[in-house]
């Protein structure tokens, strides 16, 4: 069960008085928000309908249309986004008075007047107003979708087959904004054709990740120029190069625990169960690391390991450590 099966039952019953759509993965309380607001077919020209940003500085006016009674139909749905003083962010759009007055409502709430909270962060379960909402409301709360949930979503709401999908949300990062666009990407490329794996290499941008699985490959190979131009791309691209060493000392631990487990004949489907992730990573490394020996990896590993504790003790200028380290990983006898 995730948030949008949670959705999808409130929508069914009927939204509830009060509904609290809140979280810290901050593209899923976004489509949340899209797919209420669509739910209710939200106009704003609908006197009926209010919607505030109270980082707009609108707060009295968002109060007094919580307090007030509908007047041209028979109910109101007021939408409140951004109460951050219920959060803990160290922020407030309301000040002691206005807080009062919210929990009033929250104490007698109009049965004409529907209240939806849209908030992004976590909720401060410590303060009072809280837990007197968590009494009278529904929430929603946004967590991010795991690779199979993300999968699976995507799967009933376009046409895309199972491995396509499986290899956009792999070059997403297993982003739900980030697939939805690649997924828009691709069917816009196939132009009403059946989209394939193929398109989705040709298309799709690759991940960071993506780019550390082709460096690891170069200096596997001992291709030093092509690796250093591409961490050089990297870093022309934004990327920073602490992030950089940070994914290429994890998959060096990767690539180290997967061939301990092929010294001892395991299959991958036995290997992805220990590691708890993804296979995609893991058929990458077992491919990769099939003709090294345990003793390279674990130097390569040792080699950024202190590559990053050169770098976190200024011993030089982290490019000039990086780059040299690279050379190091890349011509050494394997």
Known sequence: MTVFDDFKRLKAQGFPQILVIFGEAEDMVEELKRQFLAA??????????AYYDLNAGNSDLALEDLESLPFFSDSRLVILENLVNLTTAKKNVLDEKQLKRFANFLEAPSETTQLVLILHGKLDSRLKIVKKLKAEASFLEAIALKNQELIQYFNQSTTLSRPVLTRIAEKSNDRFSIMKQNIDLVETYASGREVTVDDVEKVVPKS???????LTDLIFKGKIAEARDLVH?????????????????????????VKLFQEKGWA?????????????????????????????????????IQLDFDI????????YLFDVTLIRLTLKKI
Do not use: W
């Open 40 to 49: 209710v077919d939200f106009d704003p020209a609908d006197l009926s309908q």
């Open 208 to 214: 960071l990740q993506d780019n550390i699985f082709a």
């Open 233 to 257: 791309d990297l870093t022309l691209q934004g990327e920073d190069l602490i992030k950089i060493l940070a994914i290429l000392t994890n998959s060096y631990r990767l690539y180290l625990q």
């Open 268 to 304: 991958e489907n036995q290997q992805v169960s220990v590691l708890k992730m993804h296979p995609y990573p893991v058929k990458l490394a077992n491919q990769l690391v099939r003709s090294l020996s345990v003793k390279s990896l674990k130097k390569g590993l040792l080699d950024l």
């Open 312 to 319: 976190k003790n200024s011993k030089a200028d982290k490019a």
